[in-house]
């Protein structure tokens, strides 16, 4: 059996979008040996290798290749991070931490996946979701907490007034 990961990962637009002969081109690599301190704006693909001390911004596509740094905010369409970036991450449509992935900074992203033993010390928004049924507590919610918090009071209340049975 054929196993392929990628490809169910991902939206129909994405396939569609990959099959197209620009998506694969990369138009800036930052070579593993080379150190970048500054701003990095592009309107292509870029593939990091090496350090970028700076912020990226590409219109395109971001890759950041296992063991590759980026200490400052990355801004793209899509980006995939497999080394280590320190700053805020803005991804329009897709972010992908594969599992050697760590961030240090907050994640916001159309759609987010992630690896398991990737890293993330930020928080974290999906854009691609609508939260906002969830943001308002109905009569039917707040009538079910009222009961927990009850509960609790209940229950603690009366394991203070039962006296311990003697054996």
């Not at 063991?67 to 080394?83: E, T």
């Not at 996946?113 to 974290?124: D, F, S, T």
């Not at 039917?140 to 009366?158: C, P, Q, T």
Request: aromatic share 2%; proline share 2%; net charge negative.
């Amino acid at each position: 059996m054929l196993y392929m990961p990628s490809l169910f990962s991902k939206s129909v637009e994405e396939i569609e979008h990959k099959n197209d002969s620009d998506s694969d081109q990369v138009d800036t690599v930052v070579g593993p040996s080379v150190v970048v301190e500054g701003d990095f704006v592009s309107h292509g693909n870029i593939v990091v290798k090496g350090v970028v001390s700076g912020n990226v911004k590409t219109s395109q596509h971001l890759l950041v290749e296992e063991g590759a740094k980026i200490m400052a905010h990355v801004k793209a369409r899509s980006a995939k991070v497999a080394g280590e970036v320190r700053g805020n991450i803005k991804v329009k449509d897709t972010l992908e931490l594969t599992a050697t992935a760590k961030v240090l900074g907050d994640v916001e992203c159309g759609t987010l996946i992630v690896a398991g033993g990737a890293g993330i010390n930020g928080k974290c928004t999906t854009l691609a979701v609508d939260f906002s049924s969830l943001k308002e507590t109905n009569k039917e919610d707040k009538k079910i907490l009222g009961l927990r918090k009850k509960s609790k009071i209940e229950l603690a209340g009366f394991e203070e007034q039962q006296p311990m049975a003697s054996v």
